[in-house]
C-alpha cells in the first residue's frame, strides 16, 4: 500500500512539474511579435540622425549619414518610414520611402534628386544592400513577421533564441536566421543568417542599447558579411519619440519637396 501511494505522489508531482513548465514556457509568435514592437514601433513616431561607417573586405572605410523617421499608425500596424541622405556629398537628398502593410507586400520607393525622379523599388531588391552599406534595406525598415514561421530553438538565462525560417525561401538569400531576443527588452540583440548550404553568412549584432524617453533603444548595430567579407556600422543621435510628425512627410509629394523636419540638428 506504500509503495502504491508513493507511486501515486511521485507521477502527480512529475504531473505538476510538466504543466507548470507548459504554462511557463513562452509562445514564440508572442515573443517575436512583442520584439516586434520594440525594435519597430517604440512611441507613435521617431526620429534621428544615423551615421554609418562602411568597411570593405580591403579595409577601406566611406561613411553615410542621413536621417531617418517614422511614423506609426497603431503598434504592430500600418507604419511609414521617410529616409533622407546627407552625407556623402554626391548622394545627398537621396530619399528613400517605405510604406509597410502588415498583409500584404510593402512598397518602398527612392527619390534621385539629380534627375528629378522618384522611383519604386522591386519588392525583390529589399535584401540589398543598402546604398554601399552592409545594412539591407529591410534591415532599416523591419521584415515582415508574417513572412517567416517560428520556433523556440532555445532558452538562455537573459535571452529567448528563435528560428526563423523563410515561408517562401526562394525570395531570399538565407535558408534560416537565429535571433538572440533579450527577455527583459525584447529587443534583437543578435541575429545570425545562415546560407542555403547552412553556413553562417551574416551577423546583425546591437552594441549599445540606450533607454530613451522610456523606450529602450538600440544607438548603436553593426552587421558583418563574413561570405564577402566587410562590416558597416551604425550609430545614432539626436533620438526622439513622440514628436508630433505630419503623416503627410511620408507620401510622394514630400520626396520632391522634404519637410523642414530633415533639416533639424
Not at 579595409?59 to 549619414?65: K, P, Q, V, W, Y
Request: hydrophobic share 40%; with cysteine.
Amino acid at each position: 500500500m506504500m509503495k502504491k501511494a508513493f507511486i501515486f505522489l511521485y507521477l502527480a508531482a512529475v504531473f505538476f512539474a510538466s504543466a507548470t513548465c507548459a504554462l511557463a514556457a513562452p509562445n514564440v509568435y508572442e515573443i517575436v511579435n512583442k520584439s516586434n514592437i520594440a525594435a519597430y514601433y517604440a512611441g507613435k513616431d521617431f526620429r534621428a540622425t544615423a551615421n554609418m561607417t562602411i568597411t570593405d573586405s580591403h579595409g577601406d572605410t566611406s561613411e553615410r549619414e542621413f536621417v531617418i523617421m517614422r511614423h506609426d499608425d497603431k503598434d504592430g500596424g500600418e507604419q511609414q518610414f521617410y529616409i533622407f541622405m546627407k552625407k556623402p556629398k554626391d548622394a545627398r537628398k537621396i530619399i528613400l520611402l517605405v510604406q509597410k502593410h502588415p498583409n500584404k507586400v510593402d512598397e518602398r520607393w527612392i527619390y534621385f534628386p539629380s534627375i528629378d525622379l522618384a522611383e519604386s523599388i522591386a519588392p525583390s531588391a529589399k535584401r540589398t544592400t543598402f546604398l554601399g552599406a552592409h545594412f539591407y534595406y529591410e534591415d532599416l525598415s523591419g521584415r515582415n513577421i508574417n513572412e517567416d514561421w517560428y520556433e523556440l530553438a532555445k532558452e538562455e538565462p537573459d535571452y529567448y533564441v528563435v528560428k526563423c525560417t523563410p515561408n517562401d525561401p526562394v525570395s531570399v538569400e538565407f535558408s534560416y536566421a537565429l535571433v538572440w531576443i533579450d527577455k527583459k527588452t525584447f529587443l534583437p540583440m543578435k541575429t545570425k543568417y545562415f546560407d542555403k548550404a547552412e553556413r553562417l553568412c551574416r551577423v546583425i549584432e546591437a552594441l549599445d542599447v540606450e533607454n530613451i524617453q522610456g523606450h529602450p533603444t538600440i544607438t548603436k548595430s553593426k552587421v558583418e558579411n563574413l561570405a564577402t567579407g566587410g562590416e558597416t556600422v551604425m550609430e545614432l543621435t539626436n533620438v526622439s519619440y513622440d514628436i508630433g510628425l505630419d503623416p503627410s512627410y511620408f507620401t510622394e509629394k514630400y520626396m520632391f519637396k522634404p519637410p523642414r523636419e530633415v533639416y533639424y540638428r
